[in-house]
């Protein structure tokens, strides 16, 4: 399974990292991805960062305050959220591909084996 952590409530500008801890498996050859699922909407395509060659992708209300991450020697993704806007609430869920691509996770929204239960973000001040 895949376990998320680090969810909490922050400030608007504040910063959280959310760590996926893989177990049962390696994720060297997992693409992983972060969802988010907010109160009254559809699923939402955050990050991902590709098994291959570590290639990024990130929706475009993200860029330049999210960085995705992989430790595969911990076996483990994160994702370093700075600068936290209220719209950035939800439950992060994170999902793993095996030898999926960044696009078809990210882009097409497919080829995920594994999802998580997910972390909670609230950002309020």
């Known amino acids: 399974p895949l376990v998320e952590s680090g969810g909490a409530l922050a400030q608007p500008g504040g910063s959280l990292r959310l760590s996926c801890v893989a177990s049962?498996?390696?994720?060297?050859?997992?693409?992983v991805g972060w969802f988010r699922q907010a109160p009254g909407k559809d699923r939402e395509r955050v990050s991902c960062?590709?098994?291959?060659?570590?290639?990024?992708y990130y929706t475009d209300s993200v860029k330049g305050r999210f960085t995705i991450s992989r430790d595969n020697a911990k076996n483990t993704v994160y994702l370093q959220m700075n600068s936290l806007e209220p719209e950035d609430t939800g439950v992060y869920i994170c999902?793993?591909?095996?030898?999926?691509?960044?696009?078809?996770?990210?882009?097409?929204?497919?080829?995920?084996?594994?999802w998580g239960k997910g972390t909670p973000v609230f950002v309020s001040s």
């Open positions: 960062i590709d098994y291959n060659d570590g290639s990024t």
């Open positions: 049962g498996f390696t994720l060297d050859s997992y693409t």
């Open positions: 999902a793993a591909g095996l030898f999926t691509t960044y696009e078809a996770m990210c882009v097409l929204d497919s080829g995920m084996d594994y």
